[in-house]
């Protein structure tokens, strides 16, 4: 978890007028991300997103991801991959004893790409520098960059919500269909996935509930594809 | 957004979307797109699905239908931040318009 991270960048930043906000895209609300966030003492809003609307209305497909927005309520960057420093368990040895599974799950986490160093480099120019710096985007560009809504995908919203409604509501067997018709009809949304499969294995590995499963998938598209590249 | 029925509460439908429900139809930013006279304080599911090129999807067995976000465009469709209202973890509602005046970094995270 990064959120040690962002509250270290709020530390830093907030005397020059960025706040940060952070939310937990979590079905399971306060319960499971209480230990998370009071290991992290934030002093900034730390939220809950029991019903991921975020995801929703910022059109955002995998965690951790961050979005600038300025003075006005503008939004001058959509959604991203956003990491405050490079986490150590993206750099781990395999254990000798590791299980074929554990080992191949470490080397898949391994080569997963991110880029903090850029990233927060990028948000030091905007905070100094406001709608001057060349990383604040135009409003045409950052609706441009947001996430395409075919119809597929907005379906894919419509059952992931209906899902997580059931889910919620103790039905959580009704609920799986709806989380499968997330899965199928927007294939690279990984919230959609990853929360579902916890639901079925707390460690997201294969289960007969779902098709896929964490290691799988990220092998299906490659672990370096996992996130897209940052485009400052 | 979650519907009981074949209607949407219109103030609900309002926040959660950002269609304004007007005398001349829903409405965003410089669109407008006409709705059947008389809707007050509720809408048809169907008819709002139609016109604005939203999917909605039932399930059977709860009797639940679920209205989803429109089709054809991209996520965003505005660069004005949604109106978004969030719980803390003592279930203190944050309102992101509360932050106007600042920048924000807004951070999607998971326990998962």
Not at chain 1, 60 to 69: G, K, L, R
Not at chain 1, 150 to 177: D, K, S
Not at chain 2, 57 to 67: F, T
Request: with cysteine; charged share 25%; aromatic share 6%.
């Amino acid at each position: 978890m990064d959120l040690p991270g962002w509250q270290a960048l709020r530390t830093e930043l907030h005397p020059q007028g960025l706040e940060i906000v952070t939310v937990a895209l979590d079905t399971g609300g306060a319960e499971v991300t209480r230990r998370w966030i009071e290991a992290a003492s934030p002093e900034h809003p730390s939220l809950i997103d029991q019903a991921h609307l975020v995801d929703e209305l910022f059109g955002i497909t995998n965690v951790p991801s961050s979005v600038w927005i300025d003075e006005q309520g503008r939004i001058v960057r959509p959604p991203e991959p956003a990491f405050p420093t490079r986490p150590p368990y993206l750099k781990r040895e395999v254990p000798p004893d590791a299980s074929p599974r554990v080992a191949a799950l470490i080397a898949a986490v391994n080569e997963i790409k991110i880029d903090p160093d850029t990233y927060v480099a990028a948000l030091r120019d905007w905070v100094a520098h406001g709608a001057a710096s060349r990383f604040a985007l135009a409003p045409d560009d950052v609706l441009e960059r947001s996430c395409p809504r075919p119809i597929e995908e907005a379906t894919a919203a419509a059952h992931f919500e209906l899902g997580q409604h059931l889910h919620r509501n103790g039905q959580t067997e009704a609920a799986v269909p709806h989380f499968r018709a997330a899965h199928r009809l927007q294939p690279d949304n990984w919230t959609y996935k990853r929360q579902a499969w916890t639901f079925a294995d707390p460690s997201q590995g294969p289960t007969e509930v779902y098709e896929g499963n964490w290691l799988a998938d990220v092998q299906k598209i490659g672990a370096a594809n996992y996130y897209p590249p940052l485009k400052m | 957004m979650i519907i009981q029925g074949r209607t949407v509460d219109t103030a609900e439908f309002e926040r959660r979307t950002g269609w304004a429900i007007k005398p001349e139809g829903a409405c965003k930013g410089e669109i407008c797109v006409p709705l059947p006279a008389g809707g007050g304080r509720s809408l048809d599911a169907a008819i709002l699905a139609e016109r604005l090129g939203m999917p909605l999807i039932h399930d059977e067995a709860s009797g639940l239908s679920c209205l989803g976000p429109e089709a054809g465009g991209r996520a965003l469709t505005s660069v004005e931040a949604p109106d978004l209202t969030l719980p803390d973890l003592d279930g203190t509602e944050f309102h992101l318009r509360s932050l106007r005046g600042q920048k924000v970094l807004l951070v999607a995270w998971a326990s998962w």
